[in-house]
Nanobody
Framework: QVQLVESGGGSVQAGGSLRLSCVVF????????VGWFRQPPGKEREGVAM????????YYADSMKGRFTIARDRAKNTLYLQMNSLKPEDTAIYYC?????????????????????WGKGTLVNISS
C-alpha cells in the first residue's frame, strides 16, 4: 500500500514562490509515475505535472509549463513541485498522486483517472 503525504502549502502574495513536497510511504516501483494535480475553488481537478520515477523524466500539462517544476528525490522518497511567479488563479488544493504502471515504460499520462493513490491535499492561496 502506498501513502502520499503533501506539505508546503500556504498563503503567499502574487509573484511569490512556494515549494510543495510529497513524501511517498510504502513501495513505489521505478516504473511508476507520481505527480501533482490541483483543484481550484469551484472548479474541476486538473493535472499539473508527472514524473517517471525510474528516469526522472518529467511531463507537464501545457498550461503549467514555464512556472512550475516537478522533481523527485528517490533517496528521500519525496516528490517536489516548485511554483514560481504565482498568480491568484493558482489558488487551489494541490494533490499528490501515483500511478502503478506495472512495468510499463514512460511516458507518464497526466490523467486523474489513471491514478491509483492520492494524498489528502495541501491548500495554496495566492493573494493579489
Amino acid at each position: 500500500q502506498v501513502q502520499l503525504v503533501e506539505s508546503g502549502g500556504g498563503s503567499v502574495q502574487a509573484g511569490g514562490s512556494l515549494r510543495l513536497s510529497c513524501v511517498v510511504f510504502g513501495y513505489a516501483s521505478s516504473t511508476d509515475c507520481v505527480g501533482w494535480f490541483r483543484q481550484p475553488p469551484g472548479k474541476e481537478r486538473e493535472g499539473v505535472a508527472m514524473v517517471y520515477i525510474g528516469t526522472g523524466s518529467t511531463y507537464y500539462a501545457d498550461s503549467m509549463k514555464g512556472r512550475f517544476t516537478i522533481a523527485r528525490d528517490r533517496a528521500k522518497n519525496t516528490l517536489y513541485l516548485q511554483m514560481n511567479s504565482l498568480k491568484p488563479e493558482d489558488t487551489a488544493i494541490y494533490y499528490c498522486a501515483a500511478e502503478r504502471r506495472l512495468g510499463r515504460g514512460p511516458p507518464c499520462t497526466i490523467n486523474e483517472y489513471a491514478m491509483n493513490y492520492w494524498g489528502k491535499g495541501t491548500l495554496v492561496n495566492i493573494s493579489s
